[in-house]
């Protein structure tokens, strides 16, 4: 059996009862290790599940999903994924192989950001299609996730922006000299990821548009959700640019149009509340 086990958001014990069982119970153990990240590292896991966990990569999940899936037929196999099991599209991909190799799955889930951002008071519901947005680089600043959010917001929906990590990421002339040499991991923060929509949001009006996102948009900041340190901040996205809110991993969303309730839920978090006497209550129901 393969079992693809959701690891929840804060540390070793946000695993499932039953999530703990099977991997107690199984002979190979994978950490899924590019997606996301807990607050604890691997050596904290290995000693509440009581398991050697083998750290399973891009490279691995990707090129080598067949070592992962190896006597699976005859053993036990769990691969853990930090949130639930199909946050990344990845994982289906090790499902389909499963299958095609006649190897039985069983997927026990737990909570991933998809519905834990429901903590800041935004309506589940009320969320349109979720975005990645990507590091830029000198030559390469894509703006494609702002359509999307553009959409979403038309539509009165919220958008939730998964911010950029980088993890065992080679330069470019190491990738192309072959060398297996990696750059430190780097984790987009919610004041990055505001720096860019803005900038977005200035080429688009030298283009002569208007965005229906403004400087004064209001959004969500949230930092390690589901940690005993979780941080969320409320304000405009102006705002957002500047707030830090300590180490990984990051979330933004940027609001639709806000019931009173949502509104007053994010009141709790606000940076400065005249953000929203002057600009929400314009975009409520």
Not at 90 to 117: C, E, F, Q
Not at 196 to 218: K, S, V, Y
Request: hydrophobic share 40%; aromatic share 8%; proline share 3%.
């Amino acid at each position: 059996m393969l079992y693809l086990v959701g690891l929840g958001l804060g540390d070793a014990k946000d695993i499932t009862v039953k999530g703990l069982e099977a991997v107690r119970r199984c002979r190979r153990v994978y950490l899924e290790a590019y997606t996301s990240i807990l607050t604890v590292g691997k050596e904290a896991l290995e000693e509440f599940y009581g398991k050697e966990l083998i750290l399973a990569d891009r490279e691995t999940v990707e090129q080598e999903a067949d070592s992962i899936l190896k006597e699976a037929d005859v053993c036990d196999v769990a691969f853990l994924v930090v949130g639930d099991p199909f946050g990344a599209t990845t994982h289906s991909d090790l499902v389909l192989r499963a299958v095609k190799l006649g190897i039985p799955y069983k997927v026990i889930h737990n909570a991933s950001i998809m519905n834990a951002v429901g903590c800041c008071g935004l309506q589940l519901y009320k969320f349109g299609e979720a975005v990645s947005v990507v590091f830029w680089t000198d030559t390469w600043k894509p703006e494609s996730f702002f359509d999307k959010i553009e959409k979403n917001r038309q539509n009165g929906m919220h958008t939730l922006c998964l911010l950029d990590i980088k993890v065992k990421e080679q330069s470019l002339e190491n990738l192309m000299k072959g060398r297996k040499i990696y750059e430190p991991p780097r984790y987009m923060s919610v004041n990055q990821a505001a720096e860019q929509l803005l900038a977005i949001i200035q080429n688009r009006r030298l283009q002569g548009e208007e965005p229906a996102i403004t400087e004064n948009t209001i959004c969500v900041g949230l930092a390690r959700v589901g940690a005993p340190d979780q941080k969320i901040v409320s304000g405009t996205l102006y705002q957002m640019s500047t707030v830090e809110l300590g180490g990984p991993l990051h979330s933004l969303i940027v609001t639709g149009t806000m019931h009173p309730l949502e509104l007053e839920m994010l009141k709790l978090f606000s940076v400065d509340s005249s953000s929203f006497e002057n600009n929400a209550f314009q975009r409520t129901t």
